[in-house]
T-cell receptor, first 114, second 111 residues
Framework: DADVTQTPRNRITKTGKRIMLECSQTKGHDRMYWYRQDPGLGLRLIYYSFDVKDINKGEISDGYSVSRQAQAKFSLSLESAIPNQTALYFC?????????????FGPGTRLTVL | SQQGEEDPQALSIQEGENATMNCSYKTSINNLQWYRQNSGRGLVHLILIRSNEREKHSGRLRVTLDTSKKSSSLLITASRAADTASYFCATVFSGNTPLVFGKGTRLSVIA
C-alpha cells in the first residue's frame, strides 16, 4: 500500500460548491503539507502542519481551509470553489527528526472547477 | 521570495548525453534537495546535500553545492529516455520553516 494516499484522485465540480480533498499517511510523520501545482508555476504551498495542534498558512491560503484530524490525516477544503482553483493538488509528509525534512508526496488530486 | 530558481526551464538532449540542471537560492540554507516528477505524478526525492557538503553522488546522479554562490547543480550522466521528467530543487532554511521548491526544469531525453 502507498505510504501517502489522496482521495479523490480526480474531481470535477461546479463554481460555488464546497469540496474536500483528503490525505492519509502511514509513514508516522508529524509534518504534513498541501500544495497546488499549475503549469509553469511549480509547487505552491497552501497550508502546512508540523504536528496535530499546529496549522500554518502557506503562500496561497486564501480560499482554502484545512483540518488535521489526527497525525495521519490532513484534509483540504475549498469552501466555495472557483474556476481558478482548477489545478493539481498534492499532499506531502516529512519528518525533521534527522534534520533533513525530506518530503514524501501523494499521487495527487486533479481538480477541475467549471 | 526565498524560492530557488532552476535553470534552464527546459532541456532537450539525446539519450546517452549528460544533463545538467542548476538551482540558485537567496538565503543561507540547512540543506538542498532535488526531486523528480514524472508527468502528473507526485514528486519523488532523489538526493539531499547538506550545507557543509560540496558534492554527493547517487548512481548516475551527481549534485554539487556552492554555498558562496548560493547555487547547486544536478548532473545526470548517460541519460535515458526514462529520465524524461521535471526536476525540482528545494531548500531547507531551518527546522521551523517548510521546504521551498523552485519552478523546475523540464528534461526531455530523446531516444
Amino acid at each position: 500500500d502507498a505510504d501517502v494516499t489522496q482521495t479523490p484522485r480526480n474531481r470535477i465540480t461546479k463554481t460555488g460548491k464546497r469540496i474536500m480533498l483528503e490525505c492519509s499517511q502511514t509513514k508516522g510523520h508529524d509534518r504534513m503539507y498541501w500544495y497546488r501545482q499549475d503549469p509553469g508555476l511549480g509547487l505552491r504551498l497552501i497550508y502546512y502542519s508540523f504536528d496535530v495542534k499546529d496549522i500554518n498558512k502557506g503562500e496561497i491560503s486564501d480560499g482554502y481551509s484545512v483540518s488535521r484530524q489526527a497525525q495521519a490525516k490532513f484534509s483540504l477544503s475549498l469552501e466555495s470553489a472557483i474556476p481558478n482553483q482548477t489545478a493539481l493538488y498534492f499532499c506531502a509528509t516529512s519528518d525533521y527528526a534527522r534534520g533533513t525534512d525530506t518530503q514524501y508526496f501523494g499521487p495527487g488530486t486533479r481538480l477541475t472547477v467549471l | 521570495s526565498q524560492q530557488g530558481e532552476e535553470d534552464p526551464q527546459a532541456l532537450s538532449i539525446q539519450e546517452g548525453e549528460n544533463a545538467t540542471m542548476n538551482c540558485s537560492y537567496k538565503t543561507s540554507i540547512n540543506n538542498l534537495q532535488w526531486y523528480r516528477q514524472n508527468s502528473g505524478r507526485g514528486l519523488v526525492h532523489l538526493i539531499l546535500i547538506r550545507s557543509n557538503e560540496r558534492e554527493k553522488h547517487s548512481g548516475r546522479l551527481r549534485v554539487t553545492l556552492d554555498t558562496s554562490k548560493k547555487s547547486s547543480s544536478l548532473l545526470i550522466t548517460a541519460s535515458r529516455a526514462a529520465d524524461t521528467a521535471s526536476y525540482f530543487c528545494a531548500t531547507v532554511f531551518s527546522g521551523n520553516t517548510p521546504l521551498v521548491f523552485g519552478k523546475g526544469t523540464r528534461l526531455s531525453v530523446i531516444a
